[in-house]
């Protein structure tokens, strides 16, 4: 069945046919029409779910944690300050290995207050052990999340569904509404490794020292160096079950095909542009009238952020002319951290292309195609005098 | 009533190994051995980072038997709720959730937390163990810290303020139970757990816990100091049982009685040392004045010092 409902909304019928059981959140625009609508669910009925209205975005994503650690499915979401009032919590979830699934509704941080589009937010989380996903339309919004928990539950790590804030948060699209038996089928329910109980006790998340050290029976024990070890390797691995499960994903639903980088008239481009978000879909139309002037361009929205997925960079980027980044987010003092991302990718390829920087959309700042047409033009049209900085599109003075 | 427990009567079942990274005397010892046996093994405990984190040993060893979630300073109720939450998502509603906080991780970084789990009325138990200070990080002054103490962070003349009254703001909160206990009174403590325990919704206690480390008085008194605090009217024993407060236990026979004067209290630790004797007098006068009240109050409410907890 289709319906045409918000982002927003989409994600929560993800979250309801994940049959999340553990729900906390705290309201913050533009995640807030998301848990409205889920504690809508939960007290109507149609939604089996423990719905904890916390008092802050720190004790959500605590309530997540331990809900987690006892054995539950767990869901929040939050946006911007939200996110970074969060993130003690989003490295302790990490380390403790926990699969809980949050959205990220991107929007740029403050100072000065903003409540509109860019992905500062999320970004500035890129290092704490979570899986990032990035959405471009509904219909990925309520796939990624039912998959999320897959991926999540699979590696024992937690993920971010991040889609843009207003763009695809509050703007109506069709999406298919897939039968809950076929998603069961799909997602089985959450079996925790170990989770607290009376009846086996463990001390969780314990004081851990710099080195290995044997327990009470003799055997070695791994110290925190290792623990940490074991998250790398684990989101290293999250790569390929994430293929896997977009494979999976396909088979049962007919969507899907493209878990790293969703390319777009990619096959013969010398030119590709690169983005996250939403922003891969209008730069399509851009694309569109750069062929019809000639030049072989194409776009690739990049849809696993962490892990990051070098090899499939690298098997889309290498040979071309150029790879054009489009960043709605950068590491200030620095360059934008998509470009400097794939940048490492490429460096060991000998034939790699030319990598530019385009830093746009900042707090909800428009995107104009015709800024989109002529920087995108003009870098395939004179790569090679762009340079390696990152240049600011639409600064107005 | 039930009647109450005595040494004799203690389960004998140790949940708390001996030999723990505690140090020698201290009170948190005492309480959690006497409080874990009152809750029972079918708890799960939540712990942010205090001493009580040491206690329970460094990975891959615990010190305790009760399954433990360790979580972040501020996060202590919330994580407890989660807990909650999801025993109750997974048909659990037996298993009692306790959280274990010390008075930093209660009164000043944990409170946003534990003030909304209170509202929202989670059905926990809340233990916030009171060594008057940030021990952990070397004592520094907490909210929890009585005024005069030297501290790290009040290291000449001592703390200016005054104690946080940390179960007069979470009894505003209209919650079922709150009392007070001492580790100096052990039994005191475990017959108000065991109570507690038969009843639903936030519950909250606030133990005061003697802290040779950071108070400075040698290990062997501890008992003796948690006592000498509550027999000078300074740290009183009561329980607020569904808004109606009471004195209990040692507390309970200080009414109309004589009380220690707080001079002897205090001389017998060395954070007290930068204190004059008109601060002293100050300090002293005002616990005169708070036990006035208690006794006004008495004349109006019997049962201020009515029947004892049991
Ligand atoms: C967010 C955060 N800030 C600071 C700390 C450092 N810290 C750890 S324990 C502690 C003091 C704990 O004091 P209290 O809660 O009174 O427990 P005690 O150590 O006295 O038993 C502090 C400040 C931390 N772990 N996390
Ligand atoms: S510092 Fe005080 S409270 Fe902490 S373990 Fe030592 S004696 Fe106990
Ligand atoms: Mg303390």
């Known amino acids: 069945m289709h319906i045409i409902e918000s982002g927003n909304v989409a994600a929560a019928h993800g979250v309801k046919l994940a049959r999340a059981q553990v729900i906390a959140a705290y309201p913050i625009t533009p995640q807030t029409p998301l848990t409205e609508k889920l504690s809508e669910f939960v007290e109507a009925g149609e939604m089996k779910a423990q719905y904890i209205p916390v008092e802050s975005e720190h004790s959500a994503l605590s309530v997540c944690i331990a809900a987690s650690s006892t054995g539950a499915r767990a869901f929040t979401a939050t946006s911007a300050n939200g996110l970074l009032y969060m993130v003690e919590q989003l490295h302790w979830a990490a380390g403790a290995r926990l699969p809980i699934v949050m959205c990220v509704v991107n929007r740029g941080i403050g100072a000065p207050w903003t409540v509109w589009n860019d992905h500062q937010d999320a970004m500035s989380q890129r290092d704490a052990g979570w899986i990032q996903i990035y959405c471009a339309d509904h219909q990925q919004i309520i796939d990624t999340v039912i998959q999320a928990y897959y991926l999540a539950e699979t590696v024992s790590i937690p993920v971010m569904v991040c889609y843009d804030g207003y763009i695809l948060s509050h703007t109506y699209m069709p999406f298919e509404l897939t039968d809950p038996e076929k998603i069961d089928a799909f997602l089985p329910p959450y079996k925790p490794a170990y989770a607290l109980d009376p009846a086996n006790p463990a001390n969780l998340n314990t004081v851990t020292l710099p080195d290995i050290r044997p327990d009470i029976r003799g055997q070695m024990a791994p110290g925190y160096m290792e623990i940490r070890h074991d998250l790398h390797v684990d989101l290293r691995r999250a790569i390929d079950v994430t293929a896997d499960i977009d494979k999976k994903f396909s088979v049962a639903f007919g969507r899907g095909g493209n878990p790293f980088l969703e390319p777009y008239r990619c096959d013969d481009a010398e030119f590709v542009a690169v983005c996250l978000g939403s922003l891969s879909y209008h730069l399509r139309d851009v694309v569109d009238a750069l062929r019809k002037e000639g030049i072989a361009v194409g776009v690739a929205g990049v849809r696993l952020y962490r892990p990051f997925p070098d090899q499939a960079v690298i098997n889309l980027l290498v040979g071309r002319k150029a790879a054009i980044v489009f960043e709605k987010a950068l590491s200030y003092g620095n360059q934008g951290a998509l470009y400097g991302d794939i940048k490492a990718a490429l460096y060991p390829c000998a034939d790699r292309p030319l990598v530019h920087n385009y830093i746009l959309g900042l707090g909800g700042r428009e995107i104009q195609t015709a800024h989109l047409l002529d920087s995108l033009r003009t870098s395939c049209r004179t790569p090679d005098a762009i340079g390696d900085k990152p240049v600011w599109l639409g600064l107005k003075m | 009533m039930a009647s109450k427990t005595t040494v004799l009567t203690l389960p004998e079942d140790e949940l708390v190994h001996p030999g723990n990274r505690a140090c020698a005397g201290c009170g948190l010892s005492i309480a959690y051995r006497i409080a874990l046996k009152a809750l029972g093994r079918d708890t799960i405990l939540v712990v942010p980072p205090s001493c009580l984190t040491v206690l329970q040993g460094l990975y891959p060893i615990a010190a305790t038997q009760l399954p433990c979630l360790n979580v972040t300073f501020a996060s202590t109720a919330a994580g407890a709720t989660g807990v909650l939450g999801a025993l109750r998502a997974l048909?659990?509603?037996?298993?009692?959730?306790?959280?274990?906080?010390?008075?930093?991780?209660?009164?000043?970084?944990?409170?946003?937390?534990?003030?909304?789990?209170?509202?929202?009325?989670?059905?926990?138990?809340?233990?916030?163990?009171?060594?008057?200070?940030?021990?952990?990080?070397?004592?520094?002054?907490?909210?929890?810290?009585?005024?005069?103490?030297?501290?790290?962070?009040?290291?000449?003349?001592?703390?200016?303020?005054?104690?946080?009254?940390?179960?007069?703001?979470?009894?505003?909160?209209?919650?079922?139970?709150?009392?007070?206990?001492?580790?100096?009174?052990?039994?005191?403590?475990?017959?108000?757990?065991?109570?507690?325990?038969?009843?639903?919704?936030?519950?909250?206690?606030?133990?005061?816990?003697?802290?040779?480390?950071?108070?400075?008085?040698?290990?062997?008194?501890?008992?003796?100091?948690?006592?000498?605090?509550?027999?000078?009217?300074?740290?009183?024993?009561?329980?607020?049982?569904?808004?109606?407060?009471?004195?209990?236990?040692?507390?309970?026979?200080?009414?109309?009685g004589k009380r220690r004067p707080v001079k002897d209290y205090l001389e017998t630790q060395s954070r007290f040392k930068g204190l004059s004797e008109k601060r002293i007098d100050k300090i002293q006068k005002e616990i005169d004045a708070k036990w006035d009240g208690y006794e006004q109050a008495m004349g109006a409410q019997k049962d201020i010092a009515g029947p004892d907890a049991e």
């Open chain 2, 91 to 256: 048909g659990n509603t037996s298993t009692t959730v306790a959280a274990w906080a010390g008075d930093g991780g209660t009164s000043d970084i944990g409170i946003q937390a534990l003030s909304g789990a209170c509202e929202r009325g989670e059905d926990f138990i809340f233990f916030c163990y009171d060594n008057e200070a940030y021990m952990n990080t070397g004592v520094q002054r907490s909210g929890t810290t009585p005024q005069g103490a030297i501290t790290t962070t009040t290291p000449f003349s001592g703390k200016r303020q005054q104690k946080k009254d940390v179960p007069s703001i979470i009894a505003a909160h209209g919650i079922g139970y709150v009392a007070t206990a001492s580790a100096s009174y052990p039994l005191d403590l475990f017959d108000k757990i065991k109570k507690a325990k038969t009843m639903s919704g936030p519950r909250y206690f606030h133990i005061h816990i003697p802290c040779p480390a950071g108070w400075g008085f040698e290990p062997r008194y501890a008992v003796k100091l948690g006592r000498m605090a509550v027999e000078s009217g300074l740290f009183d024993l009561y329980e607020i049982e569904n808004g109606k407060w009471r004195l209990t236990g040692a507390s309970r026979k200080l009414i109309g």
